[in-house]
Structure formats: C-alpha cells, structure tokens
C-alpha cells in the first residue's frame, strides 16, 4: 500500500515488474491549471504531490527511496552542539502570537529524493491552530517558510495529521538549476541557483490533483508493465530452439 502525500486515505499502488517498467510522474496534467509555470517546475510540484510521506505505514517505501544519509535535519532531535541544516528553528519561534507562536509547527524532517535529487522538507503543523488562521496569514508563513527553505535549495510541504496519517495543507516548490543545492553560505550562488518559485494553498485543489496524478501513473506503471512483459514473452520465442520433430 502506498498513501499518496497527504491524502487522507491509503491508495494502492503497483510495484514495478522491473526498473524499465518505471514512469515518470504526468506533470503535463498540471499545465491546465498553471499554463505559466515551466515544465522543470511542473515536474517538481508533480512528484512533491504524489511522493511518499514518513507516516509508519509508508515508512519502509519512503526509506527505499529517498537517498541513504539524506535525512539531514529532524527537529525532534535537535543537536544541541551544532546547527543541523537546513535549519527553520529562527522561523518557528519568530511566529507572531496571532500565528500561533512555535506551537503552530510541531516538527519538520528534511531529505532528497533518491531517483530525482529533489531536495525536500516535510513541516507538520497544528491543525487547530492552522484552521483559524485566515488566508493571507497561511499565505504568509508558507511563505516565510518556504523561502527558508528555497534558501537552504530545498523544496516545503506542509502537512497536517499523525504519526499514521498526513494531509497536505500547502507546498513551496522551486526550478532550481542543480539539485542538490549550493552551499547555504554562498548566497550568490543560491540566488544564481534558482530560476523561479510558485506556492499553493488550496488543501482541495491538492487531494483532487494527487488522486488523478496517482490514479494516471498507475495507468501507465500498468502499460509500462504490460509492455515490458510482451517484449520479454518476443525475445523469448525468438532466442528458443527449434523442437526436433
């Protein structure tokens, strides 16, 4: 089973007969709701929205496939020593009280991606403070958020949920010229490092758009499949002996 990034229900998914039988996520899909961004960017948004959350029931498949020793910051285990990078703790306890202080983000983990290098991280936040914030004040620490993150050349999802169940609420995601990023330091290599971002943060426009893209990979996991099978079934006849009469 696999859940599809913040669904609020688990989808099944085929394995792959083989690594030829591998699609690439339909970010053309998304084009008809924003005809402007860039097919590099397209793509990015695509594979935020149907990547694998670290929830205990997607925990094995989303180990398999982020890169090993990748998972570089986990807010709930802080080092108290060294600063663990990409770091957000500035933008958690900078929130205002209207925002709900720290108490509005309850952790974050970041990683890459191992088939893509996408760089990405995961914040979880409190659902009943989030639901009374308006729109613009979402906005604004999506924002705030994701622009740390752009900085440190990662990608941000927001979620909200448990251990068992995440529900995207939001993502900041960026056309970066070199996965993984330039150095945190080097600002100018940063700013030369991306081309343009683009946020969203309609929770209904997320689940509807990541139950079509995974419902039209699996179509095509199951053609890539099927093709692969009929050309193995092709070589085989043509490699086997003839049968002596």
Known sequence: MLAIA?????????SPA??????????????PYWPERSP??????????????ATLPNSETFTDRIVDGSLSSDSRRASADTMTLPSLWWNRDSLTPRLGGRRLVDSWISYQIKDTATTVIDVVINPQIWSILTYNERYAVLNQFGTTARDFGYNLRFFQGN??????????????VDQPSASPNDSLALEDNVQTCSANLDA???VLLQRNLLAESERRQQAAQAAAAEDSLQSAEVTSPPIAN
């Open 204 to 206: 209904g426009l997320i």
């Open 18 to 31: 083989s690594a030829e039988a591998e699609v690439a996520c339909p970010s053309e899909m998304l084009t």
């Open 40 to 53: 590099q960017l397209h793509q990015t948004f695509c594979e935020l929205l149907v990547f694998p959350t």
């Open 6 to 14: 913040g669904a609020s229900l688990l989808l099944a998914a085929p």
């Open 163 to 176: 251990s068992r169940n995440y529900r995207m609420m939001g993502l900041y995601a960026c056309d970066f």
